[in-house]
């Protein structure tokens, strides 16, 4: 097995300590900016709605039915605001958690296959991908789903055996699988049938590669079908009973639609996923290459289930088929690094110096860059209305720099070694410049979140009424914790406001009407409006603005 030798007592417990000290650093970074539109203020909004409201079945998003994904993912973030409070940290605390927890099946999946060795390979490179460690600190549901993803292709190739693995243990080959089946039935209720989808897709390539249907027969579907089917089924069959036309709107529109159609305006060319893989998987990007090149040509003794080749098909589907579709975020390859990480740390123990080598030169290529733009830094960034927040990341670009330039100069003093301790100090230098940059994104919070406006409302003024004019920013609900009273906004929430067609005001001149006779009140708008309506002679004293909207009182 590959990395199979034992380490020394001193590197395990010097590993173990490094990894609890980024995972300090991992937690205590999650309040150090507030939350950014768009998604994780949606997504901290819904589950403090559902603690404010108690409805646990039908998600909403400022007081209207909100169904676009399913509650999983909601109900363990309310349970977290609950515990911790409603903040930035109790927000993003469950994504923060499992991504740490994808990071861990990764690490066991790897020695349970190849051996201590490549298990922490296999974790310093996910944990060092700086996609992964930027999207493991944003509150969206796509961490979610890539946990619950790599937990049930953990518990599928456990089951299978292979690469010198037994397919049992102490849990046994049937255990691993119902796990296997549990997680993907999680995924499904985290963000729909994609979860579902895509294992399934790649073992019917699996079988169509290699011709081998043994697979099939040990996915124990007379206990795991049943076991799914129970676990994703009853909020589905609830939300039906709660809403007549959930099943048209969830699947045909959030599914079919979304997929086939550039109904989401989310159009990107084909090829967009490839510059998101080659700088998110750095600094390991050669090493993805190499493997995604060659990794199709994994040959295995027959009768022996092909865990490379498989992983290899994981990959390569996964960036396919979100490539098709005319529905493209960044955040949606994720579900493939960890399986590309796995075959990383898979590489023969030949290639693994010149792999370390390859990545120890870009670390310090990437922080020669980034020293020189720190330098150079206002003359990079062009003068606009958000240039000031953005000329001050000049100084954390620097530091950002100094760490990425130690650790790379750490291994290289110590590249001799056979142990893994080159690739533990890379990806946990990596993880670290990654949180130091993403603290200093507090320093560019005002573009991009309403928690200062929202911190201009005094506690007492929060219970009159505020209006939305025009625009919705998806944080200030979760600061001023209330919903707002929408003006001539619709968009994502137009769902919900066709079933509760009374929760808006249709037209300006319909709320201008209201605003005359409405004191003490307050309203949120953009820029623009507010001089729309001021040149207007609309009575308004402003209170507050950012780089977007303007807070004003009656």
């Keep these: 097995m590959i990395g199979a030798t034992a380490l020394p007592a001193r590197e395990r417990l010097l590993y173990a300590g490094l990894a609890a000290f980024v995972a300090v650093i991992w937690f205590a970074s999650l309040p150090a900016r507030p939350l950014f539109n768009t998604d994780e203020g949606r997504y901290a909004e819904i589950p403090r709605e559902m603690l404010a409201g108690g409805d646990w079945i039908v998600p909403h998003l400022n007081g209207l039915a909100y169904i676009e994904k399913p509650p999983l993912q909601y109900w363990a973030t309310a349970l977290s605001l609950r515990v911790f409070g409603a903040n930035a940290f109790g927000a993003r605390f469950v994504t923060a958690l499992l991504a740490v927890a994808t990071v861990l099946v990764v690490w066991l999946l790897a020695r349970r296959l190849w051996g201590l060795g490549s298990a922490w390979r296999a974790a310093a490179v996910l944990s060092g991908m700086a996609l992964f460690a930027v999207l493991g600190q944003l509150l969206t549901l796509d961490m979610s789903l890539t946990f619950f993803m790599t937990a049930s292709l953990a518990g599928f190739l456990a089951a299978q055996g292979g690469a010198g693995a037994p397919p049992s243990g102490r849990i046994g080959a049937r255990g691993y699988m119902l796990f296997a089946w549990a997680a993907a039935a999680a995924g499904v209720l985290t963000k729909g049938l994609v979860a ?3 294992p399934l897709a790649v073992l019917c390539l699996y ?4 011709r081998d249907a043994a697979p099939w027969r040990r996915l124990h579907l007379g206990a795991g079908l049943p076991l799914f089917l129970a676990v994703s089924v009853p909020w589905h069959w609830l939300a039906a009973r709660r809403l007549a036309d959930f099943l048209r709107f969830y699947f045909v529109h959030e599914h079919l639609a979304r997929y086939l159609t550039p109904s989401a305006d989310r159009e990107q060319s084909w090829w967009f996923f490839i510059p998101v893989l080659l700088a998110g998987t750095l600094p390991w990007t050669l090493s993805a290459l190499r493997v ?3 990794g199709w040509r994994v040959r295995t003794p027959p009768g022996e289930f092909n865990v490379r080749l498989f992983l290899w098909l994981w990959v390569a589907f996964v960036c396919v088929f979100f490539s098709l579709s005319d529905s493209k975020l960044i955040p ?3 579900p493939a690094l960890p399986a590309l990480a796995l075959l990383i740390a898979a590489l023969p123990p030949a290639a693994q110096h010149r792999e370390l080598s390859v990545a120890v030169l870009l670390t310090l290529l990437a922080a020669g860059v980034l020293a020189v733009a720190g330098v150079y830094w206002r003359r990079i960034i062009p003068p606009s209305e958000r240039s000031p927040y953005f000329w001050l990341l000049a100084q954390p670009l620097l530091e950002v720099a100094a760490i990425l330039a130690v650790s790379a100069a750490f291994v290289w003093v110590n590249r001799g070694r056979e142990t893994p301790r080159g690739w533990v100090f890379i990806g946990a230098g990596w993880c670290l410049a990654v949180l130091s940059l993403m603290r200093a994104a507090a320093l560019v919070a005002p573009a991009y979140s309403g928690a200062g406006l929202a911190a201009a409302l005094d506690a007492a003024d929060r219970a009159h009424p505020l209006y939305s004019v025009a625009t ?18 619709r968009g994502e929430l137009d769902y ?4 509760a067609p009374g929760a808006e005001i249709a037209g300006i001149d319909e709320f201008l009407a209201v605003w005359s006779a409405d004191r003490p009140a307050f309203a949120v708008m953009e820029w623009s409006m507010f001089d729309t309506l001021k040149d207007r002679g609309v009575p308004m004293r402003e209170l507050a603005r950012d780089l977007h909207r303007v807070l004003v009182a009656r």
């Design 332 to 334: 949606y390859v994720l």
């Design 496 to 499: 919900g406001l066709r079933h």
């Design 196 to 198: 579902a989808a895509i």
């Design 207 to 210: 079988t169509a590669v290699t």
């Design 472 to 489: 919705y920013d998806q944080t200030l609900p979760f600061y001023l914790r209330r919903t707002v009273t929408l003006v001539a906004y």
């Design 292 to 294: 995604l090149g060659g």
